[in-house]
């Protein structure tokens, strides 16, 4: 038996006040990372030493906020949110001196995904009832998916969230303690798994998932999201000759952001549903490939295609199932040769090309190319545990 963090995700219906009390908060956040950026790019333009967030911190509240008084609407937002802000600077800033990413970006309003962090710091903080959160300086707030999040009265503890606006609907993250948690033993064997681009995975055990994205609805929703698009930019071009107003282009533009929001929410949820199946059958560990998905992307061709197969999603929410239930998740190198091993005689064969989407062997056998590669990932012998 041991302790979990496990996060939960949510729709909220907050009242018009907590909304214009969001909305300034998430500003606020979006002005303090980019002025922090900016700061440390000044300062190392004049030679000067680089500011950790900690310090940036208690410069801002105790001399730059003092000597600017048009600069004190800073205070009035969340002080812990505006906190983690400056912070999430700093690791991005740490990230880029240990070569792990580019210089951070700033983050541009109506783009950038910026989010209201809170934690709780006494015990009337994000308390959580059937049909509502109790969120510092917000108040209680009414959860569209009554039940979905665990309440206070069963012994779970929600130690911190954030509150997201997307497409102008409002969502709540929290990451909440579950108590005691029972792993179970699976002793089942293992199974491989192939991510790819014609299909999203093949598993070892025969099991196929398919691409989403080649369906019907998804086809659909992306036809309409291109003819609103140039909507979008044809109003903007008429802008310019006066034909058209602001309040159009918002319009608009919301138009655009929920279709967007809601092919995403097809595709997560499609992600969600087979990671749920896969970790049902209980096997003892789970090997995938370590994919080059930046390098992927670079190809113009294939881009879009790999974008929309969300790799990296599939991957952290697998490794979240899995510690979950106890399951093994190993990590094959993306140099392994899994498509090109025969995984009957274990022959590689090096002349293998991308459009061969069947596996012949010399030895006679024949499998389809992933379904092999699965089954190799599944017996490879030199992984990392995730």
């Avoid at 809170?118 to 059937?130: A, G, I, S, Y």
């Avoid at 929600?158 to 990451?175: E, F, M, N, Q, W």
């Avoid at 749920?276 to 992927?296: C, D, F, H, Q, W």
């Amino acid at each position: 038996m041991r302790k979990l963090l496990k996060s939960f995700k949510t729709e909220i219906s907050p009242t018009i006040e907590q909304k214009i009390k969001i909305n300034k908060t998430i500003g606020t956040c979006r002005y303090v990372y980019n002025f922090y950026l900016d700061h440390n790019k000044t300062l190392y333009d004049n030679g000067e030493k680089f500011m950790t967030g900690k310090s940036f911190s208690v410069w801002l509240n105790n001399e730059y906020i003092p000597n600017n008084p048009d600069k004190i609407w800073i205070k009035e937002a969340y002080s812990k949110a505006v906190k983690k802000s400056i912070e999430d600077g700093c690791t991005a800033f740490t990230r880029f001196f240990k070569h792990q990413s580019a210089f951070p970006n700033f983050k541009k309003k109506g783009k950038s995904d910026v989010k209201m962090y809170f934690v709780k710091n006494n015990t009337k903080d994000c308390r959580c009832e059937r049909h509502r959160l109790n969120i510092p300086t917000l108040g209680w707030v009414r959860i569209k998916e009554k039940g979905y999040i665990p309440t206070t009265k069963d012994g779970w503890k929600i130690k911190s969230g954030t509150v997201s606006v997307k497409a102008d609907r409002y969502y709540v993250s929290v990451l909440v303690e579950i108590p005691d948690v029972k792993i179970a033993n699976n002793s089942n064997g293992g199974i491989g798994i192939d991510l790819g681009l014609k299909d999203l995975a093949i598993v070892s055990n025969g099991k196929t998932y398919k691409n989403i994205n080649k369906s019907t609805r998804i086809k659909k929703l992306e036809k309409k999201l291109r003819r609103e698009q140039r909507c979008l930019s044809r109003k903007y071009e008429n802008l310019k000759k006066g034909e058209s107003t602001q309040k159009n282009i918002q319009k608009q533009k919301l138009k655009v952001q929920r279709l967007h929001h809601k092919i995403d929410n097809i595709r997560t949820d499609y992600i969600n549903k087979s990671i749920a199946e896969i970790v049902k059958t209980k096997p003892s560990y789970i090997t995938i490939e370590n994919l080059n998905v930046s390098g992927m992307m670079k190809n113009r061709h294939l881009s879009k295609a790999v974008a929309s197969q969300k790799f990296y999603e599939f991957r952290t929410k697998l490794k979240a199932k899995c510690d979950e239930n106890g399951i093994e998740l190993r990590v094959v190198d993306r140099w392994y040769p899994s498509s090109k091993i025969c995984h009957c005689c274990g022959a590689i064969k090096k002349d293998l090309k991308l459009s061969d989407r069947i596996y012949h062997c010399d030895c006679g056998y024949v499998e389809d190319r992933d379904f092999n590669a699965a089954l190799n990932l599944k017996d490879a012998l030199t992984y990392e545990v995730a």
